[in-house]
């Protein structure tokens, strides 16, 4: 195999733990999506020194809706300061800065702000950041399947157009490699509507650190443990 089919090119991270983090502390949850934030400003930027060209974070599932109201609203403020403020620093080191998930689900103001943030880095040449916000991979893929057959109805394409490329085409992620390596934290292991169609091949990577704990360190590691691994997908 090639050396370069090894490449870390995509990491796709599952920031989890941020609750337990705060409550091991005696302290509200709310604390630990605060702390999870600043850990998500240090990981962008060691992504990009690290050589990752592409960065997912699940920042906000569907299911996370379905939180006590009180919690999606520090989720939610959270999201804003960081949509108005952090990414501020991001977008003047070339990154360039993409949304996956539904948008109609989040407040006007939110998504005005993501698309004003696409819009400006859309021609930045570094690392892509790409946030999973309101993101569910089940409904990312029905979608595509409704879009794909509106496709057929109107006589665009045939039935027998439809193949792995031009199903890819209508996920979110259109555009994107898929992800090499997907990291989830604080000692789950399970993929929770992320990314499904995507991570066909995807290598995984758990820790039982809490997402408030991870840090550069830890990223190095896992990258180092990465670069062992042999990936075959599905040769012999
Ligand atoms: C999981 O912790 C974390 C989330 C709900 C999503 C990640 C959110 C952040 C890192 C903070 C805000 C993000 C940005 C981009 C500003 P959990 O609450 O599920 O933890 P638990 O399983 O210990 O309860």
């Not at 959270?78 to 070339?94: I, T």
């Not at 157009?161 to 490699?177: C, E, N, Q």
Request: glycine residues 6%; contains cysteine.
């Amino acid at each position: 195999m090639s050396k370069d089919e090894n490449k870390l090119r995509h990491l796709a991270i599952i920031m989890d733990g941020n609750g337990r983090w705060a409550t091991k502390r005696g302290l509200p949850r709310s604390m630990g999506h605060k702390k999870g934030a600043e850990v998500v400003k240090e990981i962008t930027r060691a992504a990009g020194e690290l050589g990752v060209e592409f960065l997912t974070l699940y920042a906000f599932s569907t299911e996370n809706w379905k939180r006590s109201e009180d919690e999606v609203q520090t989720l939610m403020g959270l999201l804003r300061d960081y949509l108005k403020s952090d990414l501020k620093e991001v977008q003047e080191n070339n990154v360039r800065i993409r949304f996956i998930g539904e948008r109609e689900m989040l407040d006007a103001d939110i998504v005005q702000k993501m698309a004003e943030i696409e819009s400006e880095t859309l021609k930045n040449t570094g690392m892509t950041l790409c946030i999973a916000l309101s993101y569910g991979s089940r409904q990312e893929i029905v979608n595509a399947v409704k879009k794909t057959a509106a496709l057929v109805k109107e006589g665009d394409i045939s039935l027998n157009d439809i193949d792995v490329k031009l199903f890819s085409d209508m996920l979110y992620t259109k555009d994107m490699p898929d992800p090499d390596l997907v990291v989830r934290t604080s000692g789950e292991q399970r993929i929770s509507n992320y990314l499904l169609w995507q991570i066909a091949y995807s290598e995984f990577y758990f820790t039982d650190v809490l997402w408030p704990d991870f840090n550069k360190k830890l990223l190095e590691d896992i990258i180092a443990e990465f670069n062992k691994r042999e990936r075959r997908y599905g040769k012999a």
